[in-house]
T-cell receptor, first 115, second 116 residues
Framework: AQTVTQSQPEMSVQEAETVTLSCTYDTSESDYYLFWYKQPPSRQMILVIRQEAYKQQNATENRFSVNFQKAAKSFSLKISDSQLGDAAMYFC????????????FGGGTRLMVKP | GAVVSQHPSWVICKSGTSVKIECRSLDFQATTMFWYRQFPKQSLMLMATSNEGSKATYEQGVEKDKFLINHASLTLSTLTVTSAHPEDSSFYICRLKGGLEAHEQYFGPGTRLTVT
């Protein structure tokens, strides 16, 4: 079974600074997808970024980028120029390839942004 | 992205009553729907998976007779919490799978259930 681990229950960053959230996973599959979701106080889950395991290039979306280390099974999220609106719970998630249905979530990291 | 709605967004009910939560896809047909529950400051826990027109598949430890799931159409799934107890108080979130692409995963806004 796949597992996703987020070792940082809480993180804090100063506004405009950069923060990195950690995520590790365990799988025996070679084809899979990894995601970072943001859950603000409204509780609506928002997709931040996704990474296909077959791609070597790290995904980027504006201020958000990932460091995908497939051999180490590591998938960290870097938020640059942090903004107050980035404060939220962040969940790392794994999905098997081949049209797999299951999304396995990590335990989450609460990010606080200090003005 | 696709629009998913949940109704109600917040419900308070008395212990012993049943509560129905709806999850609707407003602009696409969802072949598969998932129901999660989330306790405060915790991650999402998958409860069950449902495909339109067939019985739901429940995760281990989830009572299928207590959490009734009906995937009546490609745009509607309902979760009924029967004989609710205070320990059922939680945040319930649906997720819809719109297609084969990995990014076609759409979450509802969630329903907060409080059982008194």
């Amino acid at each position: 079974a796949q597992t996703v681990t987020q070792s940082q229950p809480e993180m804090s960053v100063q506004e405009a600074e950069t923060v990195t959230l950690s995520c590790t996973y365990d799988t025996s599959e070679s084809d899979y997808y990894l995601f970072w979701y943001k859950q603000p106080p409204s509780r609506q889950m928002i997709l931040v970024i996704r990474q296909e395991a077959y791609k070597q290039q790290n995904a980027t979306e504006n201020r958000f980028s990932v460091n995908f280390q497939k051999a180490a099974k590591s998938f960290s999220l870097k938020i640059s120029d942090s903004q107050l609106g980035d404060a939220a719970m962040y969940f790392c998630a794994y999905r098997r390839g081949n049209a797999g249905n299951m999304l396995t979530f990590g335990g989450g990291t609460r990010l606080m942004v200090k003005p | 992205g696709a629009v998913v709605s949940q109704h109600p967004s917040w419900v308070i009910c008395k212990s012993g009553t049943s509560v129905k939560i709806e999850c609707r896809s407003l602009d696409f047909q969802a072949t598969t729907m998932f129901w999660y529950r989330q306790f405060p400051k915790q991650s999402l826990m998958l409860m069950a998976t449902s495909n339109e027109g067939s019985k739901a598949t429940y995760e281990q430890g989830v009572e299928k007779d207590k959490f009734l799931i009906n995937h009546a159409s490609l745009t509607l799934s309902t979760l009924t919490v029967t004989s609710a107890h205070p320990e059922d108080s939680s945040f319930y979130i649906c997720r819809l799978k719109g297609g084969l692409e990995a990014h076609e995963q759409y979450f509802g806004p969630g329903t907060r259930l409080t059982v008194t």
